[in-house]
């Protein structure tokens, strides 16, 4: 009796290890799967399609432990009423596919919305600040983190690429020597008092890439100032695979407190006409919105392993999904993986 007993002890000990090694070959397989080059771009080029990721299948309102490739579409159709163009795969390899409905990408850049004179008092150089281009200061978003370059360890701040573009073509904005300021503390950009932190140094929004981000130097005279990123970034997660369903936080210049889970990985997205981002992390709000226009840069931070960064969120999509066994559509963030961040702009923590 006691051998039994024991046996059966070990076999629940034994069964989530077992589960774990099967999801971790099911994420491989389904990684491995997911269509590329022109099979990819005729995907893209379909009809509702916004994005293509890989997570785990919904059914009957309920979420699953089944690894699938999913098909993000703007709006789900019935069959009957779908043209030859909108006709999507059930499987990519061995790995089926699920479709959700999932608005189109929106990038958490905010506008300016007030011009003011305050006193001259700036809040600390550190994470969640905000920040802005100086020759375009109404469009704005945050400050992710304080980090430093791999070779002679100089301070850089770090944000997204396209709070530095704001638009523009990023061979004008090195041309002209960007600068990122930021406004008296409790205001907003553009403001007659905002203060230059640093030039650009570094900048990553590729046609068709991994990583939204850009680093500035820091203004020597400030440079005693800069803060240590809010205890922030004792280090930075290396397998972006052993994020999925790991939960998050971020605290970014429109949302101080912002918390959810990792919903999918190597997410592929149409960020802009032309422009698409591949391996992007996908992450479910606790609430209804994770990211707002403002938190563009913004670190991810990985909850149960305190202090690890796992990503630079720079937009969001809304996302139909079950919540007590109800479709509900909220904002998800979208964030580019930190170390495909940090190898691109040459950085660390």
């Known amino acids: 009796m006691a051998k039994k007993k024991a046996a059966k002890k070990a076999a629940r000990k034994a069964a989530p290890a077992r589960r774990e090694d099967t999801l971790r070959k099911a994420f491989a397989q389904a990684k491995a799967d997911l269509p590329t080059g022109v099979e990819l771009q005729k995907l893209l080029r379909r009809d509702?399609?916004?994005?293509?990721?890989?997570?785990?299948?919904?059914?009957?309102?309920?979420?699953?432990?089944?690894?699938?490739?999913?098909?993000?579409?703007?709006?789900?159709?019935?069959?009957?009423?779908?043209?030859?163009?909108?006709m999507l795969p059930c499987r990519f390899g061995k790995t089926s596919v699920d479709?959700?409905?999932?608005?189109?990408?929106?990038?958490?850049?905010?506008?300016?919305?007030?011009?003011?004179?305050?006193?001259?008092?700036?809040?600390?150089?550190?994470?969640?600040?905000?920040?802005?281009?100086?020759?375009?200061?109404?469009?704005?978003?945050?400050?992710?983190?304080?980090?430093?370059?791999?070779?002679?360890?100089?301070?850089?701040?770090?944000?997204?690429?396209?709070?530095?573009?704001?638009?523009?073509?990023?061979?004008?904005?090195?041309?002209?020597?960007?600068q990122a300021v930021q406004p008296p503390k409790g205001k907003i950009l553009p403001d007659p008092q905002q203060r230059i932190l640093g030039s650009l140094i570094k900048s990553s929004l590729t046609l068709s890439g991994e990583v939204d981000a850009a680093t500035f130097d820091?203004?020597?005279?400030?440079?005693?100032?800069?803060?240590?990123?809010?205890?922030?970034?004792?280090?930075?997660?290396?397998?972006?695979?052993?994020?999925?369903?790991?939960?998050?936080?971020?605290?970014?210049?429109?949302?101080?407190?912002?918390?959810?889970?990792?919903?999918?990985?190597?997410?592929?997205?149409?960020?802009?006409?032309?422009?698409t981002l591949r391996e992007q992390i996908l992450i479910e709000p606790d609430g209804n919105e994770f990211s707002a226009p403002g938190d563009s840069g913004s670190a991810l931070i990985k909850i149960d392993t305190p202090d690890v960064v796992v990503g630079l969120v720079h937009g969001r999509t809304e996302v139909e999904v079950p919540v007590n066994g109800v479709l509900k559509k909220k904002w998800f963030g979208v964030a580019s993986p930190i170390q495909s961040v940090f190898g691109t702009l040459k950085v660390q923590l």
């Open 99 to 178: 479709i959700i409905e999932s608005g189109g990408y929106e990038s958490c850049q905010a506008k300016a919305a007030s011009n003011s004179t305050p006193p001259p008092q700036y809040p600390p150089i550190d994470t969640g600040s905000m920040i802005g281009p100086a020759a375009k200061a109404s469009d704005w978003g945050t400050l992710g983190l304080v980090v430093k370059t791999q070779g002679n360890s100089s301070l850089r701040l770090l944000t997204n690429a396209h709070v530095v573009l704001a638009g523009r073509p990023i061979s004008q904005v090195i041309a002209n020597g960007e």
């Open 218 to 275: 820091v203004d020597p005279n400030l440079a005693p100032g800069v803060g240590n990123n809010n205890g922030v970034g004792s280090g930075a997660l290396d397998d972006i695979d052993a994020a999925l369903k790991s939960p998050v936080k971020m605290k970014g210049a429109a949302s101080p407190s912002r918390k959810g889970t990792v919903f999918d990985i190597h997410f592929i997205t149409k960020v802009s006409a032309g422009v």
């Open 48 to 86: 509702g399609v916004t994005g293509v990721s890989v997570g785990m299948r919904h059914k009957n309102s309920q979420r699953t432990d089944e690894v699938v490739i999913r098909i993000h579409v703007a709006r789900k159709k019935d069959k009957t009423d779908l043209t030859a163009n909108q």
